[in-house]
C-alpha cells in the first residue's frame, strides 16, 4: 500500500527537525500556521515557530512517528499519529513523551503538502 503524500511530507519533517535543519522544518508550515506548543497555548508565526523549534532542537531532541493515519479530501488532510518525542537527559538515559497528534495539512498551489494546524498534543488539549 502506497503511502499518503502527508506522511511522506511528515517524515521529511521528522528528518530535517532530528537533524536540526531549522530552515527545512519551517518549510513544513505555512505562513499562518498554528502550532499547540503546550496543551494550553499555541503559537502562530514563523518567528516564533523558529524560536520554539530551535530551541528543542538545540536540547538534542528528536522526533519519532510510530503510527499514522491520513484522512484527506481534496487540498485538506487530518493527519493522526501516535509519536515519540525522545530528549537526552543531562548526563544520562533519554526522556520520552509519548503523544497522540491531530493535524491539518493543506495542499499549496505548488503541490505541497504544509501545516496548517499541528496539534501535537492532541485530545491533552481538552484536559486543559
Given at each position: 500500500?502506497?503511502?499518503?503524500?502527508?506522511?511522506?511530507?511528515?517524515?521529511?519533517?521528522?528528518?530535517?527537525?532530528?537533524?536540526g535543519d531549522i530552515e527545512s522544518v519551517l518549510d513544513h508550515y505555512e505562513?499562518?500556521?498554528?502550532?499547540?506548543?503546550?496543551?494550553?497555548?499555541?503559537?502562530?508565526?514563523?518567528?516564533?515557530?523558529?524560536a520554539f523549534f530551535e530551541l528543542f532542537m538545540t536540547s538534542g531532541s528528536?522526533?519519532?512517528?510510530?503510527?499514522?493515519?491520513?484522512?484527506?479530501?481534496?487540498?485538506?488532510?487530518?493527519?493522526?499519529?501516535h509519536w515519540t518525542l525522545t530528549t537526552p537527559g543531562p548526563g544520562g538515559?533519554?526522556?520520552?513523551?509519548?503523544?497522540?497528534?491531530?493535524?491539518?495539512?493543506?495542499?499549496?498551489?505548488?503541490?505541497?503538502?504544509?501545516?496548517?494546524?499541528?496539534?501535537?498534543?492532541?485530545?491533552?488539549?481538552?484536559?486543559?
Amino acid at each position: 500500500m502506497a503511502i499518503h503524500p502527508v506522511e511522506q511530507c511528515v517524515a521529511e519533517l521528522d528528518a530535517a527537525f532530528n537533524r536540526g535543519d531549522i530552515e527545512s522544518v519551517l518549510d513544513h508550515y505555512e505562513d499562518a500556521a498554528v502550532v499547540m506548543v503546550a496543551p494550553d497555548r499555541s503559537i502562530s508565526g514563523k518567528d516564533n515557530l523558529r524560536a520554539f523549534f530551535e530551541l528543542f532542537m538545540t536540547s538534542g531532541s528528536t522526533a519519532k512517528q510510530d503510527r499514522m493515519h491520513v484522512t484527506a479530501q481534496g487540498d485538506l488532510a487530518l493527519y493522526l499519529s501516535h509519536w515519540t518525542l525522545t530528549t537526552p537527559g543531562p548526563g544520562g538515559p533519554a526522556g520520552e513523551q509519548h503523544h497522540v497528534a491531530t493535524s491539518v495539512f493543506r495542499r499549496g498551489i505548488d503541490g505541497r503538502w504544509r501545516l496548517v494546524i499541528d496539534n501535537s498534543f492532541g485530545p491533552l488539549v481538552l484536559e486543559r
